[in-house]
């Protein structure tokens, strides 16, 4: 309760600026949380499916493949299933199907990035718009009684420098589950590569 009550105390001594801070925090935030789990249930075991894959395709079950890839979620299973669609039509239609699939996953995977890299970018900024504000306040209330009292500058830099501190508070986390989810696309942009690179092989092979 103490803590709490401190929490209050601190955000409202922060000023005006701390409600937009707030704001993209929850923001940011949210959208953070939609990525993790996004990304999460896009991956999968990619040796197991390949496995399966590659099994399906040397014993020419294509039709099984594609059920295979269709029940399983995420990117590798799509362009899989896309690639596999063409097979009809030869190695390089399921390659080009496969790499245009690829194009449309990647830019689903890179969503959220631009709303995350926006809260990393406005909750500092937002803070040293309050910290200049309650500058510019200690100021004035120095001018106002024409007289330099340690006091009202201490107490003014303070509540200014709250609003840099929340900003900060915000934007650390979200740069750190940014860099992350970033690592984690880059390996699911590596899975899908590998995955196409095998089916084709496969296919070439058994042509």
């Known amino acids: 309760f103490v803590f709490g ?5 601190w955000f409202k001594d922060g000023g005006w600026a701390m409600w937009p801070i707030l704001f993209v925090a929850i923001y940011a935030l949210a959208y953070g949380v939609w990525k993790f ?57 399921v390659d080009k199907a496969m790499e245009s699939a690829a194009m449309i996953e990647m830019s689903y995977l890179e969503k959220g990035f631009v709303e995350m890299s926006s809260g990393i970018t406005l909750a500092p900024m937002l803070g040293f718009l309050g910290t200049i504000a309650g ?20 107490s003014g830099i303070m ?3 709250i609003t840099t501190e929340f900003g900060l508070i915000v934007a650390i986390p979200i740069q750190f589950l940014n860099n992350i989810f970033v690592t984690m696309v880059d390996g699911l942009v590596l899975d ?9 092989e496969t296919l070439t092979e058994t042509k």
């Open 37 to 93: 789990i996004t990304l999460v249930y896009a991956k999968i075991n990619l040796n197991n499916f390949l496995n399966s894959i590659v099994a399906l395709l040397k014993d020419k079950k294509i039709k099984e493949a594609l059920e295979l890839a269709k029940k399983t979620r995420g990117p590798v299973a799509a362009i899989t299933y896309a690639g596999l669609l063409k097979y009809d039509r030869g190695t390089e239609a």
């Open 192 to 200: 899908m590569q590998r995955a196409s690179e095998k089916v084709i």
């Open 5 to 9: 009550s401190g929490i209050v105390k």
């Open 159 to 161: 509540i200014a420098l």
């Open 135 to 154: 500058m510019i306040t200690a100021f004035a209330s120095i001018a106002a009684a024409r007289a330099v009292d340690a006091t009202i500058v201490a």
